[in-house]
């Protein structure tokens, strides 16, 4: 079983014209086992923006504290409120940048000062913890009451829906 269906979860967004929409189940479980239904896996970051974290529940909590951090950063330095498009560019850079973290440790459970008096001692690095095992769906509006839809996966990778017709869905 993968861990992204540890939790389990459903998020659907959809365009029209000048509007979108943006449902999830309510469903909090642990594979099989219900815990409750009135679980919130969709969060408002302001009135034109929302973010739906499906994935682990304990990462999605911790992204979208991150999110909201980083948003009301935003909202004192630049005296506004972001943009979906420089919101997801936001989401995709965090996601980014947690693929990875390095650690240094140390062979023969020695200590950081001595491992500075000693000129032998290899250092390892290894990975630390891993990406953030959720996938967020981003809807909003923009400034010209354009809708916008994306995706992406637990690195960040960002699926930008194009809208070719006048009405277009994503789910994940």
Same mark, same amino acid.
């Given at each position: 079983?993968? *861990?992204?269906? &540890?939790?389990?979860?459903?998020?659907?967004?959809?365009?029209?014209?000048? !509007?979108?929409? *943006?449902?999830?189940?309510?469903?909090?479980?642990?594979?099989?086992?219900?815990?409750?239904?009135?679980?919130?896996?969709?969060?408002? *970051?302001?009135?034109?923006?929302?973010?739906?974290?499906?994935?682990?529940?304990?990462?999605?909590?911790?992204?979208?504290?991150?999110?909201?951090?980083?948003?009301?950063?935003?909202?004192?330095?630049?005296?506004?409120?972001?943009?979906?498009?420089?919101?997801?560019?936001?989401?995709?850079?965090?996601?980014?940048?947690?693929?990875?973290?390095?650690?240094?440790?140390?062979?023969?459970?020695?200590?950081?000062?001595?491992?500075?008096?000693?000129?032998?001692?290899?250092?390892?690095?290894?990975?630390?913890?891993?990406?953030?095992? !959720?996938?967020?769906?981003?809807?909003?509006?923009?400034?010209?009451?354009?809708?916008?839809? !994306?995706?992406?996966?637990?690195?960040?990778?960002?699926?930008?829906?194009?809208?070719?017709?006048? &009405?277009?869905?994503?789910? !994940?």
């Amino acid at each position: 079983m993968s *861990i992204f269906e &540890y939790n389990g979860s459903a998020i659907v967004a959809m365009v029209g014209k000048n !509007c979108f929409a *943006i449902a999830s189940d309510r469903r909090l479980g642990v594979q099989l086992q219900t815990i409750a239904t009135d679980f919130p896996k969709i969060y408002k *970051i302001h009135d034109k923006l929302y973010i739906g974290l499906a994935g682990l529940l304990t990462d999605a909590q911790t992204l979208y504290q991150r999110l909201v951090y980083n948003h009301k950063l935003y909202q004192l330095r630049e005296e506004r409120d972001m943009k979906p498009e420089t919101f997801a560019h936001l989401v995709s850079h965090i996601l980014y940048e947690k693929r990875v973290r390095p650690a240094i440790t140390v062979s023969n459970n020695m200590f950081l000062g001595d491992l500075i008096r000693k000129e032998n001692t290899q250092i390892h690095r290894v990975c630390g913890f891993g990406p953030y095992f !959720c996938q967020p769906v981003i809807a909003g509006i923009g400034d010209d009451d354009k809708p916008f839809i !994306c995706t992406m996966d637990s690195i960040g990778a960002l699926y930008v829906l194009s809208l070719i017709f006048p &009405y277009a869905f994503l789910v !994940c």
